[in-house]
């Protein structure tokens, strides 16, 4: 669990470590990174700019790039126990009827666990044992032009040095705003829906969408539930929840029970979530200054993920595992002007065009859910009854297949800065 604790004591914890990390976000890339870094004896800042960890939360689909992340972090076993399995997918028309239905946990079982978990949960999960954080904290300003960052916080007069700073406070990042990372990409699908709770019925492997004429309707199982996400056009939402639930309902009369109850579940909570469909690419991952200083950009300040294919928070801990690994090798203090641009520089190398290559499948399949029209449907429809899940997900799986190994990729690049 995060512990509220003040800024000045996190500096004071981290004062004697050979590498001082700042890490804005308490999110699942912030916090992997910072749980990584603990587990090597390191003591990183975390601050978070929310008041509280009250964030409504939605659920998640982590495919097996985040097995060796559980597994560093000693959390496997307790993540299985905390999530359910997702073994079977099935796609629905526009008026509800199932027209294919695919074991996906089978497809992915040859390299691991398909999981679905609440974002909650697997954040408790990510700092079991206890993780310092600062709320209602987040950088005003920084500086990468001296040997180490120079930051300003909000609500202190204080500013601090870091030998690196980690913006990985989501896709509306602030602080990456404050770092030249070149052009921030982003893309607006001028699609958003609510994320709502229900009880589990049915089939509780089995998550299911019905991509409708101007709407889309998903159920995923989660330990002990079902997360629904009801959307479409931003523009045709602001009807409100409980309306557009009934207008899917009425266009969609083969709906079984189940979905029906999604609906209902949607209609009925009082303050859904609502999710706008955006996401983000950055230019760069990461900065240095002329005297060494540096910062990087990570998860969803980096690259933000629709959710159209259900990989966007693995990769994001995939990247601050795969950079946690790699910093994790730099023996000391005395090393660091001579490793850390080096690592991090490499680390760009392997990662950026691993998620970038997931991001794009997500808006692939994005351009073919968020359309409308009879005929688009129909078409839709069409494909979907000959495109395995297997073929529309094929660079995702040859992503999973093909992890890197940071270890690896650390040594080198060790080795070729050597002096």
Not at 97 to 119: F, W
Not at 372 to 393: C, Y
Request: aromatic share 6%; hydrophobic share 45%.
């Amino acid at each position: 669990m995060l512990t509220a604790t003040t800024l000045n004591a996190q500096l004071g914890s981290q004062r004697d470590d050979h590498l001082r990390v700042l890490i804005a976000g308490a999110g699942a890339a912030g916090l992997t990174l910072a749980a990584l870094l603990r587990r090597h004896g390191l003591h990183p800042v975390v601050i978070e700019r929310m008041p509280t960890m009250a964030h409504p939360g939605y659920m998640l689909a982590l495919m097996p790039t985040v097995d060796t992340v559980l597994d560093d972090l000693g959390i496997h076993d307790e993540y299985l126990a905390h999530s359910s399995p997702l073994a079977r997918y099935a796609f629905r028309s526009h008026r509800g009827k199932t027209l294919r239905s695919d074991e996906v946990g089978e497809l992915l079982s040859i390299h691991g666990d398909y999981q679905g978990i609440e974002r909650g949960i697997l954040l408790d999960l990510l700092t079991t044992g206890g993780m310092p954080a600062t709320f209602g904290t987040a950088i005003s300003a920084v500086d990468v032009d001296g040997t180490q960052s120079r930051v300003s916080f909000t609500g202190s007069d204080a500013p601090a040095s870091f030998d690196l700073v980690v913006a990985a406070d989501g896709i509306h990042s602030r602080t990456r705003d404050l770092l030249p990372v070149g052009h921030v990409e982003k893309l607006d699908t001028q699609w958003g829906g609510w994320v709502s709770w229900c009880d589990p019925i049915g089939d509780l492997a089995l998550g299911e969408e019905m991509w409708g004429d101007g709407s889309f309707l998903g159920v995923y199982p989660v330990k002990g539930r079902l997360g629904v996400f009801l959307g479409g056009p931003v523009a045709e939402t602001t009807i409100g929840p409980a309306a557009f639930a009934a207008r899917v309902r009425a266009e969609a009369p083969h709906l079984d029970e189940r979905l029906l109850a999604a609906l209902d579940a949607v209609a009925a909570d009082p303050d859904p979530y609502f999710w706008p469909l955006t996401d983000v690419r950055a230019e760069r991952w990461v900065v240095r200054g002329d005297e060494g200083a540096c910062a990087v950009v990570l998860g969803d300040a980096a690259a933000g993920f629709l959710p159209t294919a259900g990989i966007g928070a693995g990769m994001a801990m995939e990247s601050a595992w795969m950079l946690g690994r790699m910093l994790s090798q730099i023996p000391d203090r005395a090393a660091l002007p001579r490793l850390l641009p080096a690592l991090l520089a490499e680390w760009e190398r392997i990662e950026k065009p691993r998620v970038q290559a997931a991001q794009q499948n997500s808006r692939t399949l994005a351009k073919l859910m968020f359309r409308r029209g009879a005929v688009v449907a129909w078409v839709r429809e069409t494909i979907a009854r000959m495109i395995t899940v297997r073929a529309a997900l094929g660079p995702i799986i040859q992503l999973v297949a093909d992890q890197p190994d940071p270890d690896a990729a650390a040594l080198r690049t060790i080795r070729a800065a050597a002096p």
